[in-house]
């Protein structure tokens, strides 16, 4: 075991020794810290532009109007909007509700009108941006899978996590308490659009174009007013996580009554937390109330909806009424088979096979020798301190991850080869032509990364470790793997299980552009930082530190001062000198260039990917298997990078912000293809012979009228 372990010296740890995940540690902090630094120094004009919507609608509404106008106006104004949204019932109830917060005191309705200011800008904004989204991710697909996994971030990921950095760029106060609170609170207006307009009848919107409307008209008029009780649901839902966020809002500077309740507990006042509670209540009821349906009124008091939007907001399509009454389907069971290895399979598969086994075998080959490639770059002695040794593609200063890499997708290169052809179709659906081609182009771009990347040799008194055979044997078995997984994804009788869209995928193509933004950013971005004394310690600041260690010595009273000096001196040079190496200079790895060649053609493959050329079913099939091959190259080039830092380089010595966007950047080319991939399947070959109709929430007309069908 401790020849896979980090350092593979006297001091390393056992594997079940908690102190070696210390020498694991994977710098997710220092990229956040490097992108923060980054963005605060080169982009204020963009912070500015964010920040100013956010501050013009709170110091409009919050601080110059609903601030400064007498309360009476407010009560009437809010009680004559309840009574045209939803009735006069819940109008007067508006008007008395409010009325009581005033006639607590004249602080707590200053506080309950920037409470309702606060929450009305924060529901605004995100009605103003999440019902366009939702809108657009319910009418094309590409655009929802690009949202979903963002949106589960949103929910999963809590406030206190994302609450620094937007403190950090935006100080303490209203403006990023409501961005926070929008990141908390936006994601079930964005589900429940997306729902609702996919729920509306294709009969219906079929019948608006049949007669001739155009897009525009069929949006307006038929899927918006029929996605309306989802679209107010959402709107709702959005509102009382606003509400519940109101607390972290005055952590962050906030007013509003949430700062009274804050306040009040920090000083144990009872009185005041009683007080700023009722009002609280009363101004949370209020705004619910107000933006419930008709059909809500009976939906349960404000603590159960509320206690109802925490626990669905991951699912809360699941609030919506079934009104369809339960689903209706039929199912017929029936024997199938797929359709069989073709002899014009075999030599392809064979050759993906040899090449699989090849590159797994290299790894266990020398792959550099008297130096570390990658290795030396975080740690100072496989630089010098390492000639006469050879190493594997799996030792530490050998290949490292990228040998491990190669060795895990080869392993997995062979069991799709083994898979595919003993079990063809009814196995691991990657276990198959597509998922061999895009281990195999991984592979191949894991192996090139490691023998086309920079060595250490630009650096003083480092040694040219040289190319193993191991690594030209990765190489070449790779490229054999990608030639027979090519062959044999061109003869495999693959079909998708739904017909594929004739049009032009824009939804994977706006994903695919995010993509091709964050490979270049990575690309210029620091792939390495290092802070290391040798690194950052000039010639005249260790002269300025002799001095002082000189000085200590002869004032030996002054020892502790002196210290201190030195302390300071060595962290203010660590400050300076840690300058980030980007993915293309000659000083670094140069793997950010060889990444980024590869994710750019995996976005220009995408514009065959997602129709520009065609939209022929086997087409689409190819192309987005060759973009999720690329994708795959970039994400495993930058893992390896990463981890083979995290497993060797010496303290201070971190991968950078630019290898994680490139990592993701390679994530992102690969999402966008799985749409398409996921339809694909080994042609099922139906006998129909002894077919058993199996009805599922039928009556029995429904499926008498079935089985007469069938």
């Known amino acids: 075991m401790r020849f896979f372990l980090a350092q593979a010296s006297e001091d390393t740890k056992g594997f079940f020794d908690n102190l070696l995940l210390d020498e694991w540690q994977i710098p997710f902090g220092d990229w956040m810290d490097q992108s923060v630094d980054w963005i605060d120094n080169n982009m204020q004009t963009v912070l500015d532009v964010i920040e100013w919507p956010f501050r013009t609608l709170i110091d409009a509404l919050v601080n110059d109007f609903l601030a400064e106008i007498s309360w009476v106006w407010i009560v009437l104004g809010m009680a004559l909007i309840a009574a045209l949204v939803r009735n006069i019932k819940v109008g007067v109830f508006v008007g008395m509700a409010l009325t009581a917060c005033g006639l607590l005191g004249n602080a707590y309705w200053l506080e309950t009108a920037r409470t309702i200011g606060f929450i009305g800008v924060a529901v605004l904004l995100c009605v103003i941006i999440g019902i366009p989204i939702g809108v657009a991710a319910g009418r094309v697909d590409g655009v929802w899978q690009v949202t979903r996994p963002v949106l589960d971030a949103m929910q999963v990921v809590h406030s206190f996590v994302y609450m620094l950095p937007f403190i950090f760029f935006w100080g303490i106060g209203s403006v990023s308490a409501t961005m926070v609170t929008m990141i908390f609170a936006l994601p079930p207006l964005i589900r429940l659009t997306n729902l609702g307009i996919r729920q509306v009848p294709d009969d219906v919107v079929e019948a608006a174009r049949a007669y001739g409307a155009p897009e525009w008209r069929v949006l307006l008029d038929v899927q918006l007013p029929l996605a309306r009780p989802a679209i107010m649901t959402g709107i709702n839902q959005t509102l009382l996580l606003a509400i519940s966020m109101l607390g972290i809002a005055a952590i962050m500077g906030a007013g509003g009554l949430g700062r009274l309740l804050f306040q009040a507990l920090s000083n144990q006042q009872v009185s005041l937390a009683t007080s700023g509670g009722l009002a609280f209540f009363l101004v949370a009821v209020v705004l619910d109330r107000m933006s419930q349906r008709e059909s809500d009124d009976l939906g349960g008091n404000l603590f159960h909806r509320i206690r109802q939007a925490w626990a669905h907001r991951r699912n809360p399509e699941e609030l919506l009424a079934d009104d369809a009454g339960g689903s209706v389907g039929i199912k017929f069971e029936t024997r199938e088979k797929y359709a069989p290895i073709a002899a014009a399979e075999r030599l392809p598969i064979a050759v993906a096979g040899i090449g699989g086994l090849l590159a797994m075998f290299s790894v266990f080959l020398p792959w550099t020798a008297d130096a570390g490639k990658f290795s030396a770059f975080g740690r100072a002695a496989d630089a010098t301190e390492l000639a006469g040794s050879t190493f594997s593609g799996v030792a530490a200063s050998g290949g490292s991850w990228f040998g491990l890499v190669v060795l895990g997708l080869g392993l997995f290169v062979v069991l799709a080869v083994v898979g595919g052809y003993s079990r063809p179709g009814t196995g691991s659906r990657w276990l198959a032509a597509d998922g ?56 495999a009788d693959h079909t998708p299980l739904h017909p594929l869209r004739p049009d032009v995928a824009w939804g994977r193509f706006v994903a695919v552009a995010v993509a091709g933004l964050v490979l270049v ?127 060797s380089a010496d303290p201070n010595y971190v991968s950078g912000i630019g290898s994680f966007l490139m990592l993701a950047g390679g994530f992102f080319l690969l999402a966008s293809t799985m749409t398409v991939l996921k339809e694909f399947r080994r042609t099922r070959i139906y006998d129909d012979k002894g077919g058993q109709i199996v009805t599922d929430d039928l009556t029995p007309g429904r499926a008498v009228a079935a089985a007469v069908d069938a």
């Open 436 to 491: 061999a081609l895009i281990g195999s182009m991984a592979m191949l771009a894991t192996a090139a990364a490691h023998f086309l990347g920079n060595t250490y040799t630009a650096q003083a008194a480092a040694i040219d470790p040289g190319v193993g055979v191991g690594v030209i044997l990765a190489v070449v078995g790779s490229a054999t793997a990608v030639v027979g997984s090519a062959l044999w994804l061109h003869q």
């Open 521 to 647: 950013i990575g690309m210029f971005s620091g792939w390495s930082f290092d802070s290391r004394a040798e690194t950052v310690i000039s010639p005249e600041i260790e002269a300025e530190i002799q001095a002082l260690r000189d000085q200590a010595e002869a004032e030996p009273e002054n020892a502790g001062p002196i210290a201190a000096q030195i302390q300071a001196t060595l962290a203010s040079a660590r400050a300076a000198g840690s300058l980030p190496i980007d993915g293309i200079s000659s000083r670094g790895s140069g793997l950010g260039l060889w990444s980024f060649l590869l994710g750019m053609a995996g976005v220009g493959g995408s514009l065959a990917a997602v129709g520009f050329f065609g939209v022929g079913e086997r087409r689409m099939w190819f192309w987005n298997t060759l973009v999720a091959g690329f994708g795959s190259g970039v994400a495993a080039i930058a893992f390896a990078w990463i981890f083979t830092q995290v497993r």
